[in-house]
């Protein structure tokens, strides 16, 4: 079993920037995949980086100013989010699930945090 802990979320000027950290415990992760979804109000939860093995993927919507980066010694995955806009205001979900997942797929995913709220003022 692995229990994600996400935190870092917080409310921030648009254009500002947040960290968010998902700590693992329960058992050494640096071998799983691992994802950050949002879920906006009114909306579907969706996909927004990933990161499997040494590669990492992103959402269009905020490639070039969101960065995904792990460190295996603290058992934690961080998410960077630079250049923020209102619409990226959600709840924030990490996950993790075994590295041969697809990173996009939620369901892929057999872990999940509970969520940091990230809100961007205009």
């Known amino acids: 079993q692995v229990q994600l802990a996400e935190s870092g979320g917080g409310l921030v000027q648009a254009g500002g920037s947040l960290r968010l950290s998902c700590a693992a415990s329960g058992r050494t992760f640096s071998s799983y995949a691992v994802g950050w979804f949002r879920q906006a109000p009114g909306k579907e939860r969706e996909f927004v980086v990933g990161i499997r093995e040494r590669f990492t993927y992103y959402a269009d919507s905020v490639k070039g100013r969101f960065t995904i980066s792990r460190d295996n010694a603290k058992n934690t995955v961080y998410l960077q989010m630079n250049s923020l806009k209102p619409e990226d205001t959600a709840v924030y979900y990490c996950?993790?699930?075994?590295?041969?997942?697809?990173?996009?797929?939620?369901?892929?995913?057999?872990?999940w945090g509970q969520g940091t709220q990230v809100t961007v003022s205009a």
């Open positions: 996950a993790a699930g075994p590295g041969g997942i697809r990173y996009n797929i939620q369901g892929d995913y057999g872990y």
